[in-house]
C-alpha cells in the first residue's frame, strides 16, 4: 500500500474528526450538567453555518474575501448559534426539566425540524424572508436561497489554497479546522477550570443540588454550557463552509448524529472525550471508506458504517472509550 | 411548577354575578351576531355578506352562542328550582368557560381566515368585529364564573334504549360530519368547522354529558365499537363512486394502523422508537418484492395471504434484532439506537440496486408497477357496484384497510387488558421494580418490538399495493417522526387518542394545501409546544396523565388514583 495514500486518508479523517469533536462538544457540556442529549444540537451547527454567511453578506456587498472577515463573520456565526441555544433552552427545554425523559426527546426533534423548515423558509430572496421583514422592500442586500445550498464565501488564504508535503495534500481549510479544535479546547480547558463560572460548571455537573445550596445559580449555568455547546457548534459551522464550499440546510441532521456518536464514543459527560471521540470516529469513517474492500466498502456504504459504530457503542459502550462516568439511562 | 393566577377563588366568589352579566351580554351578541354581514367579499368562506341570512358559518357561530346562553340560563334559573340531588347533574359554570373559549376561538379564526383570504384586516365587516367583541365579553365573563367541582350525571342509571339510540345518534351524526367536512373545499371553513366540532366536544365533556355517556355506554361497550365500525363502513358509500375523498381516507387509515403499532411499543411499553417507519417499509418492500413487479429481482409471486405474512414475519425479525438491546440500552440511547437502525435500513434499500451491493429493492428508483390486490376474484384495481352504489379503487382498499385497523385495535386493547399489557406498564413505570417483580423485563420487551413490527409489516404490504410502487425515500426519519407526533399529539397508549392523532396529522395537510410550503415548520413547533403545555395528549390515559403531573393533587384525587411516586399522606384523624 501506498504510505502517501494512507497518510492522505489520515489527515482527512483528523480534519472530519475535528469537525465532528467541535461539534460533540456541545453534546457532553450539556448532559454533563442536566443529563440531557440536546438532540437539535446539530441544528445550531447548521443555523452558525448560515449565520456566518448572513454576516458576510450584510457586512460585504463588496465582496470582501480579506483574511479579517474570518474573524468577523466568527462573531456573527457565535452570535447567531448562542442565541438560539438560549432561545432552545429558555423556551422549549427549562419548562421539562421535571419532565419523564420521553418529553425533552420529543420537544428536541420537534426544535430540530422547526429550526431547519425556519431556514429553509425564511432564509433566501423570497418575498417573506427575513431581511425583508426587517428592511421593507428597499432591501440593501439578498441572502441566497438556502433551498439552493448556497455558496459559502470563499476567504483569501483559507479557502481552496493547499499544499503538499511528501505526497500527502494539506488544504488550508483542514488546517484551519484542526487548529480551531485545538484553539477551542485549549480555551475550554482554561474556561472550566480556571474561571469562577468554569468551577461552577463543574460544581453543578457533580451535585447541582449541592452547587445551588452554595450560592451557585445553576439555571445561569445551564444557560452558560448550552451558550459554550452553540459556540463551538458555530465555529464548527464555519469550519465546515470552507471545507466543502457549499452549506444546505439539512445538513445538522447527519452531522449531528455523528457527533452525537463521538460525544458517546468519548464517554458523554467528558470534554476530553468528545474531543477524543470526533477524531476517532472521523478516523473511523475516513478508514472505512478507503480501505473496506468490495461492494461494502465506499462512500455509498460509509454513513450505514458509521450508523453501525454508533450502535455498537451505545450497546456495548455506552460509558465510552475514556469511561469518564456510568451511565445509566433509565 | 406553579402558574400564577389572574381570577382567584376569591375574585371569583366576590364578582361572580358581574361575570355572569357580562357572559349573557356576550352570548346575547353571539346569537345576534351571525345575522350581520362579517366580510366585505363572497369570497372569503363561505358568502357571509347578506344582513339577516347567516351562511353556514355563521349558524356554527351562532350554535355555540345559544349553547352559551343555555349554559347561563340553566345555571341561574334551572338549578335553584331543581330537587338537592339533581342539582349537581350538570357543571353548567364549567360548560360555559369551555363554550365561551371556544367561540373565541372560533370567532378569531373565522376573522384571520377572512382577513388572509381577501388580503386584510379591512376586508372584515362590522358583524364580525361584533362577533368578535362578543366572544372576548363571553369569554372574560365566564372566567368569573364559579367553576362546579364535578357533574354527577356520570352516576345516575339510565334505560339501555336511551343509550343506544343515542350512541346511534352520535354515530350517524358524525358519519354526516366527516363526509361534509371532507367536502369542503376552503380551508378557512375547513378550520372553523373544526374548532366548532373542538368547542361542542369539550363543551359536552364538560358539562357532564361525558361522564354519563363513557359510564353508560361502559354497559354498550361492543353496542359501541359495532356502530363506530358501521359507521366506518358506511362512509365509501356517502361518496358516489368518488376517489379523491376516499384516497384521503386510505391514507389515514394506513398512517393509523402503523401509529396504532407504535403505541404498543411507545404508549404501552414505554419504548421510544425513532425508526419504526423502517417496519413498514420492511413490510412494503417484501411485498414489492414478492408482487410480480416486473422490477422485482425475485420472480417468486406467492398469494397476498402468504405475502402478507412474509411481510409481518419479516419486519417482526428486525424488530427483534431492532429490540435486542433493549437489553443494554433503555431510554435516550434506546431512542438514538433505533433511530441508528431506521437510517441504516433506508440507507441500505437504497444501496441493494445491483452496484453498490446485491440487487434486490433496485436502488433509490425503488419497485414501480406493483400490480393491484386480487383476492379470491376480487379485484382490487376495479371499481364495483355494491348496493347500487359505485365503489371505486380507494374504496377498495379501505375495507381492507379497516379490516386491518379492527384486527389491530383487537389485539391492541387484548394485550393492554392482559397480562403482557400489566407487565408492559409495570415496566414503563419501574424497570427495576418490575424485574423484581418477576416480570420477565426483556422478553416483554422483545415481544412488545416484535408485535409492533408485525402490524407495521402487515400494513407495509397493503401500502405496497395501495401505493403502487415503493421507494426507499418513503421512509425516512421525518416519517418516523410523524408517526411518533399521531401517538404523542392523540395520547400516548389509547387507541381513539391515536386514531384521532393520526387523522388530524393527515387530514390537515390535504385540507390545507395553501399551507403546504409551512407544514413541517408548524409540525415542529406543534411537537414543542404539545410537550410543553399537554404532553399526555389530546386524548389522554388517566394513568399517562398523572405521570405527567405527578406533583399535581388536585388532578390525582380527581381521577381517585394516587400520581406514581407522590408518598400517600394520611390525614392526621385516620391513623
Known amino acids: 500500500m501506498d504510505p502517501a495514500y494512507f497518510f492522505q486518508q489520515l489527515v482527512n479523517g483528523l480534519t472530519l474528526g475535528s469537525l465532528f469533536a467541535l461539534i460533540a462538544v456541545g453534546y457532553t457540556v450539556v448532559y454533563g450538567i442536566i443529563q440531557l442529549i440536546n438532540f437539535a444540537h446539530g441544528e445550531i451547527f447548521m443555523v452558525g453555518a448560515f449565520g456566518a454567511l448572513g454576516t458576510w453578506i450584510i457586512l460585504g456587498r463588496a465582496e470582501i474575501t480579506a483574511w479579517w472577515m474570518l474573524p468577523v463573520m466568527l462573531v456573527g456565526a457565535v452570535g447567531v448559534s448562542v442565541l438560539t441555544a438560549l432561545l432552545m433552552e429558555r423556551f422549549a427545554y427549562r419548562p421539562l426539566r421535571r419532565a419523564p425523559r420521553l418529553a425533552p426527546l420529543i420537544t428536541a426533534i420537534g426544535i430540530s425540524v422547526f429550526l431547519q423548515e425556519f431556514v429553509r423558509l425564511f432564509y433566501g430572496p423570497i418575498p417573506n424572508g427575513l431581511q425583508r421583514l426587517v428592511f421593507g422592500d428597499d432591501i440593501p442586500f439578498e441572502f441566497p436561497d438556502a433551498k439552493a445550498a448556497p455558496r459559502f464565501p470563499s476567504i483569501e488564504g483559507v479557502s481552496g489554497g493547499s499544499f503538499v508535503i511528501g505526497g500527502v495534500t494539506l488544504q488550508y481549510a483542514a488546517i484551519f479546522t484542526v487548529v480551531a479544535l485545538v484553539l477551542c479546547w485549549i480555551g475550554l480547558y482554561f474556561f472550566v477550570n480556571r474561571t469562577r463560572v468554569g468551577r461552577a460548571m463543574q460544581a453543578t455537573a457533580q451535585d447541582p443540588d449541592t452547587a445551588r445550596l452554595m450560592g451557585i445559580d445553576v439555571d445561569r449555568i445551564i444557560m452558560v454550557a448550552f451558550a459554550v455547546g452553540a459556540a463551538l457548534a458555530a465555529v464548527a459551522g464555519i469550519a465546515h463552509g470552507l471545507q466543502y464550499t457549499n452549506i444546505e440546510f439539512r445538513m445538522g441532521f447527519l452531522a449531528g448524529l455523528k457527533a452525537f456518536t463521538a460525544a458517546v464514543l468519548g464517554g458523554i459527560g467528558n470534554i476530553n472525550g468528545a474531543v477524543v471521540g470526533g477524531l476517532v470516529l472521523g478516523l473511523v469513517e475516513v478508514m472505512a471508506t478507503a480501505f473496506i474492500p468490495g461492494t461494502f466498502g465506499g462512500s455509498a456504504w460509509k454513513d450505514v458504517w458509521a450508523f453501525a459504530l454508533l450502535i455498537l457503542v451505545l450497546v456495548f459502550r455506552p460509558q465510552g472509550l475514556l469511561g469518564a462516568r456510568v451511565v445509566d439511562r433509565a | ?575
Request: net charge negative; with cysteine.
Open chain 2, 1 to 575: 411548577m406553579r402558574r400564577p393566577q389572574i381570577v382567584t377563588d376569591e375574585r371569583r366568589r366576590r364578582h361572580g354575578g358581574t361575570g355572569w352579566l357580562v357572559a349573557l351580554v356576550g352570548a346575547v351578541v353571539l346569537v345576534g351576531a351571525p345575522y350581520l354581514p362579517w366580510a366585505y367579499g363572497d369570497e372569503a368562506m363561505d358568502d357571509m355578506t347578506y344582513l339577516g341570512g347567516p351562511s353556514p358559518t355563521q349558524f356554527l357561530g351562532l350554535a355555540l352562542g345559544a349553547a352559551l346562553l343555555v349554559c347561563l340560563l340553566a345555571a341561574r334559573f334551572l338549578v335553584p328550582r331543581l330537587p338537592a340531588a339533581r342539582r349537581r347533574w350538570f357543571a353548567w359554570h364549567t360548560g360555559a368557560s369551555a363554550v365561551a373559549t371556544g367561540a373565541l376561538a372560533f370567532q378569531a379564526v373565522v376573522v384571520v381566515a377572512v382577513a388572509l383570504e381577501l388580503g386584510g384586516l379591512v376586508n372584515v365587516e362590522y358583524g364580525g368585529w361584533i362577533a368578535l367583541a362578543g366572544a372576548l365579553l363571553a369569554f372574560a365573563g365566564t372566567r368569573l364564573l364559579v367553576p362546579e367541582r364535578t357533574a354527577t350525571l356520570g352516576r345516575v342509571h339510565s334505560p339501555g334504549w336511551l343509550v343506544i339510540v343515542v350512541i346511534a345518534v352520535v354515530m350517524l351524526g358524525s358519519l354526516l360530519l366527516i363526509a361534509h367536512a371532507l367536502d369542503e373545499d376552503d380551508p378557512g371553513v375547513f378550520i372553523a368547522l373544526l374548532v366548532f366540532v373542538g368547542a361542542a366536544v369539550v363543551l359536552v365533556l364538560r358539562v357532564g354529558l361525558g361522564g354519563w355517556f363513557s359510564s353508560q355506554t361502559a354497559r354498550f361497550r361492543p353496542v359501541l365499537v359495532m356502530a363506530a365500525f358501521l359507521v366506518a363502513f358506511a362512509f365509501p358509500f356517502t361518496q358516489d363512486g368518488s376517489n379523491a375523498n376516499m384516497s384521503i381516507a386510505t391514507q389515514v387509515l394506513i398512517f393509523a394502523a402503523t401509529a396504532l403499532g407504535l403505541n404498543i411499543v411507545v404508549g404501552l411499553a414505554g419504548l421510544l422508537d425513532l425508526g419504526y417507519i423502517a417496519f413498514l417499509g420492511a413490510g412494503a418492500f417484501v411485498a414489492a418484492i414478492l408482487s410480480g413487479s416486473a422490477f422485482s429481482a425475485v420472480g417468486w409471486n406467492p398469494p397476498f395471504i402468504v405475502t402478507v405474512l412474509i411481510s409481518g414475519v419479516v419486519a417482526s425479525v428486525l424488530g427483534l434484532i431492532i429490540g435486542s438491546p433493549t437489553l443494554r440500552v433503555s431510554g435516550d440511547y434506546l431512542a438514538i439506537v433505533t433511530l441508528a437502525f431506521g437510517e441504516i435500513f433506508r440507507l441500505v434499500m437504497i444501496n441493494l440496486d445491483g452496484n453498490d451491493g446485491p440487487d434486490l429493492t433496485n436502488g433509490s428508483n425503488g419497485i414501480p408497477n406493483i400490480p393491484d390486490l386480487n383476492l379470491l376474484g376480487f379485484d382490487f384495481g376495479e371499481p364495483h357496484v355494491i348496493l347500487g352504489v359505485e365503489i371505486p379503487r380507494f374504496a377498495n382498499y379501505y375495507f381492507l384497510l379497516l379490516v386491518l385497523i379492527g384486527l389491530v385495535i383487537v389485539v391492541f386493547a387484548n394485550l393492554n387488558r392482559s397480562r403482557i399489557g400489566r407487565g408492559w406498564v409495570a415496566i414503563r413505570e419501574d424497570e427495576k421494580a418490575a424485574e423484581a417483580m418477576g416480570v420477565n423485563v426483556f422478553g416483554l420487551k422483545l415481544f412488545a418490538f416484535a408485535g409492533g413490527a408485525f402490524l407495521a409489516g402487515v400494513a407495509g404490504a397493503v401500502k405496497a399495493h395501495h401505493d403502487i410502487s415503493v421507494t426507499p425515500d418513503q421512509y425516512v426519519f421525518l416519517e418516523s417522526a410523524f408517526l411518533l407526533a399521531a401517538v404523542v399529539l392523540g395520547g400516548m397508549g389509547t387507541i381513539l387518542g391515536v386514531l384521532v392523532g393520526a387523522t388530524l396529522l393527515r387530514l390537515m395537510p390535504e385540507k390545507l394545501r395553501f399551507f403546504d410550503e409551512y407544514r413541517l415548520l408548524a409540525f415542529g413547533l406543534l411537537l414543542v409546544v404539545m410537550m410543553r403545555f399537554r404532553p399526555e395528549g389530546l386524548i389522554a390515559s388517566r394513568r399517562r396523565q398523572l405521570e405527567f403531573h405527578e406533583d399535581d393533587e388536585e388532578l390525582a384525587a380527581h381521577t381517585g388514583e394516587t400520581p406514581p411516586g407522590a408518598g400517600r399522606v394520611e390525614p392526621e384523624g385516620a391513623r
